[in-house]
């Protein structure tokens, strides 16, 4: 099975800071990683998919690069509506998909 | 706007099957482009998928390892709805439950979600 390991966890940051979190795979998976925001008490959200594409919808603050192992993900200036849990998730051998731990923003 | 609404029992006993379903709005779940999806989540195993099902032109569906030979997923085309069962729980199924859906050639990605549902499992 593939491994996704989050850093870091968990993190605080400031309003209007530049957020990066880091997903790694413990194998190769090309560009075949999406990110989810989730808030206490909801489902996941899809934000960035395909390591680098921005879901309809999405504010323009959040990004998403890498490929192979390394996978990064930004916020550019952190919102307080920003406050949540981000998760990676991997598809590389479907039907098997698998999320990385998460990693939780929070203020400072 | 597609929207997935779950319902079924918050509590289950021990040994007994766990059901849930998914009831489907602004999309079909005969629909050739997407399939339909269960997860959970519990602090213990993180967010996890279970399994999905799906049409092209026949029904198919497929498990997550974890959960074989205990799950099935299935769709109700009349209510336009999909389901799941999960034989012999055990407090380790305790959880909060997700449908979702994906799209066929957005990979897998999953863009809309259910509410969630928190299934205890005690006597």
């Known amino acids: 099975d593939i491994q996704l390991t989050q850093s870091p966890s968990p993190l605080s940051a400031s309003v209007g800071d530049r957020v990066t979190i880091t997903c790694q795979a413990s194998?190769?998976?090309?560009?075949?990683l999406n990110w989810y925001q989730q808030k206490p008490g909801k489902a996941p959200r899809l934000l960035i998919y395909?390591?680098?594409h921005l879901e309809t919808g999405v504010p323009s603050r959040f990004s998403g690069s890498g490929s192979g192992t390394h996978f990064t993900f930004t916020i550019s200036s952190l919102q307080p509506e920003d406050i949540a849990t981000y998760y990676c998730?991997?598809?590389?051998?479907?039907?098997?998909?698998?999320f990385g731990p998460g990693t939780k923003v929070d203020f400072k | 706007q597609v929207q997935l609404q779950q319902s079924g029992p918050g509590l289950v006993k021990p040994s007994q099957t766990l059901t849930l379903t998914c009831a489907i709005s602004?999309?079909?779940?005969?629909?050739?482009?997407?399939?339909w999806n269960w997860f959970r989540q519990s602090p213990s195993r993180g967010l996890e998928w279970l399994g999905r099902?799906?049409?092209?032109?026949?029904?198919?569906?497929n498990y997550a390892l974890s959960v074989r030979g205990r799950i099935n997923i299935k769709a109700d085309t009349s209510k336009n709805q999909f389901s799941l069962q999960l034989t012999s729980v055990t407090p380790e199924d305790t959880a909060v439950y997700y449908c979702?859906?994906?799209?066929?050639?957005?990979?897998?990605?999953?863009?809309?979600w259910g509410q969630g549902t928190q299934v205890t499992v005690s006597s």
């Open positions: 395909d390591a680098s």
């Open positions: 194998q190769d998976i090309s560009y075949l």
């Open positions: 602004g999309d079909s779940v005969s629909s050739t482009s997407a399939a």
């Open positions: 998730q991997q598809y590389n051998n479907l039907p098997t998909i698998t």
């Open positions: 099902t799906y049409y092209r032109s026949k029904w198919s569906d």
């Open positions: 979702a859906r994906n799209i066929a050639s957005a990979g897998a990605s999953f863009d809309y």
